[in-house]
């Protein structure tokens, strides 16, 4: 890609060791620039995400692998349970809409309780391990 396309921003010399050395820890090789790129854009999608769904879904709280989400505009609470599986993946199950594939696990992705729940289990996605 040629030059244009970038423009530069600034982080402090703390910021920048702490990152490096968290790829240097995770064994992640991509340059710094692309991992903070990544987390911005993330981050981006994730408020824009909270953004579209926070006017009438919120997080309730969670127990062992189930998360609380309450829906206004059903006026009902959701449960998504966080499904182990013996390959070291998981998957997710809304009891409300019995699906995969609805508006609460997908608001779900964009918690972090849900990562620390997963965390906690040691699991990973896609065969990746989450530190
Ligand atoms: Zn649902």
Redesign the pocket.
């Known amino acids: 890609m040629s030059k244009e396309q970038y423009t530069s921003v600034q982080v402090s010399r703390q910021t920048y060791e702490k990152i490096k050395e968290r790829l240097a820890r995770s064994n992640m090789k991509i340059t710094v620039s692309s991992y903070i790129e990544s987390i911005i854009l993330e981050n981006l999608e994730t408020s824009e995400l909270m953004s579209l769904y926070g006017p009438f879904l919120s997080y309730v709280g969670n127990s062992d692998n189930t998360i609380f989400i309450n829906d206004w505009k059903q006026r009902r609470i959701?449960g998504v349970s966080v499904n182990m599986k013996e390959d070291g993946s998981f998957s997710l199950f809304?009891d409300?809409?019995q699906?995969e594939n609805?508006?609460?696990?997908g608001f779900v992705f964009a918690l972090p309780q849900f990562y620390k729940i997963l965390k906690e289990k040691g699991l990973s996605s896609k065969g990746l391990k989450i530190s």
């Open positions: 959701a809304c409300l809409d699906s609805c508006v609460h696990v």
